[in-house]
T-cell receptor
């Protein structure tokens, strides 16, 4: 069974700091990995999608890397801002056997980020 | 292009009542899923569908029912609500190709008293 772990569970940093959020998964048979942001009481907003064949993806101040063989992904946030405060979730899309295996995401529990002004 | 639309946003039910959470997407996505989110347990898959007429159980299906009569709609039915079903429910959709990501709705916050 695929398990996804995110460390740390919570992180508090001063504004302007560069930071790294970690995501690890136990089964390397994945199609892709997706990073989401969730604001309190809100839905999930997709930030970055990395395919299993890719090493990294970038969007603005965000950079996500993927090392499928070691079961790890990192989300790097440059020059953090108070508006970056949210919970960050990673989810993997499995590529196991069966027609429907790719339809099920497995999520980590998230990292709650607070960026202090 | 509205994306994934969930209704209602908030709902309070009494134990034993039934209700349907609505989910609709206008992106012609084949895959649709329902998740529940609980503190300390993350998001867990309830039911999913890979196309109209095709549904399957996820990790926590008990007490819930789904059907997929059209590509656009994927309603989640609570048969007899229990306090343990108090949660935030998210619907998600994706194109059928495995290299696409998922789009989530804004959620339904359900309280069962």
């Amino acid at each position: 069974k695929q398990e996804v772990t995110q460390i740390p569970a919570a992180l508090s940093v001063p504004e302007g700091e560069n930071l790294v959020l970690n995501c690890s998964f136990t089964d390397s048979a994945i199609y892709n990995l997706q990073w989401f942001r969730q604001d309190p009481g809100k839905g999930l907003t997709s930030l970055l999608l990395i395919q299993s064949s890719q090493r990294e993806q970038t969007s603005g101040r965000l950079n996500a890397s993927l090392d499928k063989s070691s079961g790890r992904s990192t989300l790097y946030i440059a020059a953090s801002q108070p508006g970056d405060s949210a919970t960050y979730l990673c989810a993997v899309r499995p590529s196991g056997k069966g027609e429907t295996s790719g339809s099920r995401l497995t999520f980590g529990e998230g990292t709650q980020l607070t960026v202090n002004p | 292009n509205a994306g994934v639309t969930q209704t209602p946003k908030f709902q309070v039910l009494k134990t034993g009542q039934s209700m349907t959470l609505q989910c609709a997407q206008d992106m012609n996505h084949e895959y649709m899923s329902w998740y529940r989110q609980d503190p300390g347990m993350g998001l867990r898959l309830i039911h999913y569908s890979v196309g109209a007429g095709i549904t399957d159980q996820g990790e926590v299906p008990n007490g819930y029912n789904v059907s997929r009569s059209t590509t656009e709609d994927f309603p989640l039915r609570l048969l007899s609500a229990a306090p343990s079903q108090t949660s935030v429910y998210f619907c998600a959709s994706s194109l059928g190709r495995d290299y696409y990501g998922y789009t989530f709705g804004s959620g339904t916050r359900l309280t069962v008293v």
